[in-house]
């Protein structure tokens, strides 16, 4: 039916794009749905938060599998060994499942969220579930405390990120949505955060369908550099 059909092919065009979501993803149509402008004029700062320190402890991790989603890549990184905590996230631990970025056609647009009307280059999310409440991840995305996702910034300069270019270095392999690879290298998550730690955090959703209302957000105000090959299609 026009329904499955619909189901497998959400994108960004007129016909199934984010204005159309709701009518087969009703999360789509909520009152915590993301991404959103952030507006700094309005965004208030929270003693607590500074009070209780955002931490997080990754994994280095080598042979990860690396998907090309159709809408970007996507890396599957589920780490036992990871926590993330502090912060937003009251006394709960988060754990790593996987990461992943949109990007656009040009360096001009591409992230999700924007500051103050303007978009980045691209968007990295660190996508974590709340291993303290929950069984699994899954199960996670079905509670509004369920899942934490930083957002980095991409911001087109002339140094590259050597972290980013081991993951872009394997899509001549994953030019079709579909298909995935190996990483070879080590990869550690650690090294995709900004050196400044200040950010905006408030409660959303997950970006694209299901848009399940479960995500706590945390945006690093810094962006990290990397070149214009490094975010673009081509
Ligand atoms: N861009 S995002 O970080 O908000 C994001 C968007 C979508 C998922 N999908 C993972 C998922 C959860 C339940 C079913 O499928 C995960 C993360
Ligand atoms: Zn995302």
Redo the contacts with the bound molecule.
């Keep these: 039916t026009r329904a499955r059909v619909m189901a497998a092919e959400w994108g960004y065009s007129p016909t199934n794009g984010p204005d159309v979501w709701a009518r087969l993803f009703p999360q789509a149509g909520g009152a915590r749905q993301?991404p959103v402008d952030i507006c700094t004029s309005i965004a208030s700062s929270d003693s607590n938060l500074e009070m209780k320190k955002l931490t997080f402890a990754y994994e280095s991790q080598s042979d990860l599998r690396i998907l090309n989603t159709g809408h970007g890549w996507k890396v599957e990184a589920p780490q036992s060994g990871s926590r993330l905590e502090g912060g937003p996230l009251g006394e709960d631990i988060y754990q790593l499942e996987?990461f992943?970025c949109?990007w656009g056609e040009t360096s001009a647009e591409g992230s999700?969220h924007t500051v103050d009307g303007r978009a980045y280059a691209g968007e990295l999310?660190l996508?974590h579930w709340n291993t303290t409440k929950y069984q699994s991840?899954?199960e996670a995305?079905q509670h509004p405390d369920g899942?934490a996702?930083l957002g980095v910034f991409f911001d087109v300069g002339n140094e590259s990120n050597d972290e980013i270019e081991k993951i872009v270095s394997t899509l001549s392999e994953i030019k079709f949505k579909g298909q995935f690879t190996d990483i070879p290298d080590v990869i550690d998550p650690t090294t995709f955060l900004p050196s400044g730690l200040g950010y905006w955090t408030y409660l959303g959703?997950?970006?694209?369908?299901?848009c399940?209302e479960?995500?706590i957000w945390i945006v690093y105000k810094e962006p990290i550099t990397v070149t214009e090959e490094q975010v673009t299609y081509h």
């Design positions: 993301s996987q992943h949109h999700e999310h996508v991840f899954a995305a899942l996702v959703s997950l970006t694209t369908p299901p399940n479960c995500v």
